[in-house]
């Protein structure tokens, strides 16, 4: 097994997976270290959910320029992500519909496919919603929602093929410096050693950053998801939705619905901390949210719910650049939503690494700095944050 690489990345969620696909079809020999397995962390209890609907400009032409690669997966990465195409409905509460105009002027300008509608329209696009909250609501056709392991497995299985080494069960426990600069990493089965190394840690990245001795604000964020069983008088599917007004989002898998809520995720965990069962209370908030929403749903039943953490920052932002001693690199901090933009940053953190500056969306505003600088990420119009 070769222990030398030109980049060593640290972690294989969807995220370390993504940027290793892109750096491979460079040729750039990568070795990805991963201390369970892969999709094991955030991106395997992810609820995939692929929508371009974002307050801030960059997160949509993120979000889109990855659509193109859900709704192509096979040609442009191999292998199958499961992007199932539901529709997305954006539903905002009273009071946010100039927002929620502005944000799809911009997302209209961006080129994505999406239109306003009106109460009228999202009860034919789904007729067992209650709509009596609902003026206007946004309607992106073309959205719907993925499967992140397979996502991540069929990213890590191209760039194998490209040469890339993937090495599980392996924790990264120091990073090693020569001269003040990145040299490479110790961990559970060795040294490895590079000139660049990059932290796609997740929820644990906080540590990979202490490691180089970087002291960025960081933290864990648990967010529980339960699957319901639809009754039949539902019918057969309904559309990804994203209800602010219920602080909840949900979308159909068969006949089961997946609901998450955005309020009641707790900060500060242990990631390793119990993700098979979720806690306490989760459900009956949950099945009362979706309720309220869909009133068939009184008649349908609890399948199974889980938890997983994820890492976050104050801006609820992503940490993406370089940071710390030269060589290394932070992909990390996605804040609840870096499974849809995966594609995406993975393309531009190759083109931040390999030519000094992403150029298919430019990341400089998600720059790890920015906090110590003063600056948050906030878009034009902006939503309250999404997790409270
Ligand atoms: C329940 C839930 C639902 C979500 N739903 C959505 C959604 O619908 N849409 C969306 O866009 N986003 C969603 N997200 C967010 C999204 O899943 C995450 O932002 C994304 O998966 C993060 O990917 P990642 O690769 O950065 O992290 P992870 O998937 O957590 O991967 C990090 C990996 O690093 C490994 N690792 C950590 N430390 C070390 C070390 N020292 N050495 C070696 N390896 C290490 C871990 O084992 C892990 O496998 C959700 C998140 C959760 C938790």
Redesign the pocket.
């Known amino acids: 097994m070769p222990n030398t690489a030109d980049v060593i990345i ?7 997976a993504s940027l290793a696909f892109h750096l491979t079809r460079r040729g750039v020999k990568v070795v990805v ?4 397995f892969i ?5 395997g ?5 692929v929508r371009m609907h974002y307050d801030v400009r960059q997160d949509s032409e993120l979000a889109w320029v990855s659509f193109q690669y859900f709704r192509n997966w096979r040609q442009m990465v191999g292998g199958d992500c499961g992007f199932t195409r539901t529709g997305f409905i954006q539903l905002v509460g009273p009071g946010d519909e100039e927002t929620l105009r502005a944000n799809v002027a911009m997302h209209q300008d961006i080129g994505i496919p999406v239109i306003l509608v009106g109460a009228d329209d999202v009860r034919r696009l789904a007729p067992s919603f209650s709509t009596a909250d609902i003026e206007w609501a946004a309607y992106e056709p073309e959205s719907g929602y993925a499967m ?1 392991s397979d996502t991540a497995n069929a990213f890590i299985n191209a760039a194998r093929e490209e040469s890339a080494h993937v090495v599980q069960d ?3 426990t120091g990073l090693m410096l020569t001269g003040g600069k990145v040299s490479g990493v110790q961990t559970s089965q060795g040294e490895f050693s590079a000139p660049v190394v990059v932290n ?5 990245a906080g540590k ?1 950053n202490q490691m180089a001795g970087l002291d960025l604000p960081y933290d864990t964020w648990r ?1 529980d ?1 339960m699957f319901v069983a639809r009754p039949s008088e539902m019918g057969p599917g309904h559309p990804t939705v994203i209800d602010f007004a219920n602080e909840m989002y949900f979308r159909p898998e068969g006949g089961l619905t997946l609901v ?1 809520l955005e309020d009641g995720n707790p900060l500060g965990e242990s990631p390793d901390s119990d993700t098979d069962h979720a806690k306490k209370g989760f459900v009956e908030r949950g099945i009362d949210r979706i309720c309220r929403r869909i009133p068939a749903m009184e008649n349908g039943g609890l399948h199974s719910a889980h ?4 890492g976050i920052t104050p801006d609820q932002h992503p940490l993406l650049g370089a940071s710390g001693p030269e060589g290394f690199y932070l992909d ?1 901090g ?1 804040s ?5 933009t995966a594609p995406a940053v993975g393309l531009c953190m190759s083109e931040l690494i390999l030519d000094g500056k992403a150029t298919t969306v430019d990341l400089s505003i998600y720059a790890p700095q920015r906090f110590a600088e003063g600056r948050q990420v906030v878009g034009d119009h902006p939503y309250v944050s999404i997790w409270r």
Not at 33 to 36: A, G, I, Q, T
Not at 307 to 310: F, M, V
Not at 336 to 340: E, I, N, Q, V
């Open positions: 640290i972690g294989a969620g969807v995220q370390g270290l991963e201390k369970s999709a094991a962390g955030a991106t209890r992810s609820s995939g959910l992140p392996c924790a990264v796609a840690a997740g929820a644990w990979v967010h998801t998450g938890g997983g953490y994820d990390c996605f609840g939503t870096g499974f849809k």
